[in-house]
């Protein structure tokens, strides 16, 4: 951690009279990936990549400056950078900073550092082994981890400085199988802010034979069929919709642009009665989860969506500012290399009140998603577009042929509004959301949840 005289120093050189807040992002991130391909070790990279980035806001805009050399000098190279770009004028102040406590913690069982390299590696091979080996059909295995230890210590204007400590481990298993001239895919991935104690509910090998399982199952399935159709999410299916048909278009800089379709809508019924939406960083274990984010604010759990009724943004300091509102603790970087800026944490629909056996019996016929791929949105207009990876025909409301090829399309506003009946469950799946050229890692979690109609692309 950096010396408290040498942050206030940085922090009062940055400031200018035009200057509104400034904040000083420091971070050393150390990092280990193996992947195993074809039996053979592929990659070993370990590393360490440590740096500090300055912003200032002024008129609702930024200055940002970065550099990789953690010394006095390069700090204030930076502010005086940064004073240049703003205008120069007089106004550097006296900070007094004080340590913020965090409002959660998170308990790391076994940290993967104290796990030899050997051991790890050993795992892994007898994972690749085991997918490999379960079908004659199987192509290819490959298999990733990735171990990311992240030290950060914000200083800001305002007086606080914020301290986190933030551990990613994360699996996962992709394969290949074909036959007949068919290919299909298998993925499978584990992980979140936990320690080598993520393989204690479930082994390496489970993880890839389950991997196995689904490419070698998708090669016997059918031609999903297409048209307008009832849908039932699972709660395995992952989060995939929540997060793009949903989640984008509640980050505060594309609504205050108007580039949301949810801009202007604060107060009023976006969804079915029985939807709420959440964005919660304090979840232990998940990877979208930590105590401050990387504006050194506190970690929190937002209520995006209350009863169908849209409640709030997730909103950075900045988009904050503009609204004239508090930061949600939503303020999000890739690195010290790159500003801040409104990203999701941990995004969910909460769960209701229903069986989800009963909702899939109360279905006569439709598409039952088991799980969902990737998906775009276009956040101006809320349409979407996903890949389904796993989907079964429903047929007298029970989960009858396999299918593959699915694809669901739509309105993000238009189907939060037509859910009309969800689960008492919640699934989680991981991810690594992109936005603005930056990369954080996020979860998404819904229940199981009906659609009276959906736009199932497939053949017609």
Known sequence: ?????????????????????????????????????????????????????????????????????????????????????VGNGSGERDIDLTTKAPRVDFKIEIPPGDVPLEEKISLFMNAERAARGYDKSIRQVTVTYREVLQRVQIACSDGSIAEDERLQTIFLVNVVAAEDGVIQTGYEPIGGFVGFELFKEKSPEEVALKAARKAVMMLKARRAPGGRMPVVLSSEAGGTMIHEAVGHGLEGDLAGQGLSVYAGKMGQEIASKIVTVLDDSTIPGKRGSFRFDDEGVLSQKTVLVDSGVL????????????????????????????RPIPRMSNTLIAPGKTPPDEILKSTPNGLFVKKM???????????????????????????????RGATLAGSGPQILKTIDMVGSDLGFSIGTCGKDAQGVPVSDAQPTLRIPEAIVGGEV
């Open 373 to 403: 791929g990737g998906g775009q949105v276009n956040t101006l207009t809320g349409e979407f577009v996903f890949e389904v990876q796993e989907a079964y025909l429903i047929e007298n409301g029970a989960a009858g042929d396999l299918v």
């Open 311 to 338: 409640r709030s943004f997730m909103l950075d300091r900045l988009s904050a500012m503009k609204m004239g509102l508090e930061s949600t603790g939503n303020g999000r970087r890739q690195s010290y290399r790159f």
């Open 1 to 85: 951690m950096i010396d408290r005289e040498l942050l206030k120093e940085a922090l009062g050189s940055a400031l200018s009279e035009k200057t509104e807040y400034a904040d000083l992002y420091i971070e050393s991130t150390r990092s280990t990936t193996v992947q195993i391909e074809d039996s053979k070790l592929e990659k070993l990279l370990e590393g360490v990549d440590s740096g500090a980035g300055l912003r200032v806001l002024f008129g609702g805009k930024t200055a940002y400056a970065y550099t990789n050399e953690i010394k006095k000098e390069s700090f204030l190279d930076m502010a005086s950078s940064l004073r240049s770009a």
